[in-house]
């Protein structure tokens, strides 16, 4: 699928009282920040970095409750996540960013963009989980509960879930990166599954009366995605003056795993044409 991967430093910074890990590939301003799906990590991104042709700076965390970052007993709702964007932001000194979010990350995206519209230069959002379908949302929340620990880490990887368009090398990368290995030598989803439940309950909640978003968008749609479906795709760009809408052929809902190359090629043409 690719060369050998860009190597990102690691870091961690401590954000409303959480410590918070995040990954930097270094570059120029204004810095892309990438937000992942709930009940996944930074990891989604490697790829997609890998096949981009920007000169920017990519930063991508581990939202609080998944993957290196503290495990709060609270603090799950999708305004929670904005409310730490918003002090990663400032902590790192990012004056204007581009903001690149995947399902539950678009959603973020798409709600901090339209409150701190001075510093927001421009969004992507990739199948966002907008008034998402409850039976989907109850599948979900119900594969949080029961498929959290593995007797080994070939039966995690086979458990991944929308994981069925994905390369073997992606399917080993990302799940090095996701699960640990407990004392009962069994492996464990690096997330808090209370949380990233109480997340995904979250997306079912309408919040188009909250979109007010006044820079440039991309949305991205995979192709076979039931999560966000086209009408709801037009009727976000519909809401928006100047936005573009691409679907990601031969992608279901994790399209920057699915065609992480397609995702970058989209991205890159994207932010070259409108900055």
Known sequence: MTDILKIPESNKIEV?????????????????????????????????VNASSLKNKFIAWDARGHGLSEYPKSGYLISNYVEDLEVFCKKLSLKKVILVGAATGGNIAILFASKFQDIVKAIVVADPGLSLDKKISSNVQDEISNLFE?????????SMPFSDLWSDEMKAHYSKHSF???????YQWLYYPPGVRKTESELENDIWDQIDIRCPTLILRG??????????SRKLADMIDVSFERTIYGSNHRISQDQPQKMAHEIDFFLKKIL
């Open 16 to 48: 409303n009282n959480i410590s918070i890990n995040y990954l930097v590939w270094n570059g120029d301003e204004p810095a892309i920040i990438l937000l992942h799906p709930n009940r996944t990590n930074s990891r989604v991104w490697d790829f997609v």
């Open 150 to 158: 593995f007797e080994n880490l070939n039966i995690a990887r086979d």
């Open 223 to 232: 192709q076979s995605s039931d999560v966000f479906p086209e009408k709801n």
């Open 180 to 186: 640990k290995l407990k004392e009962n030598n069994k």
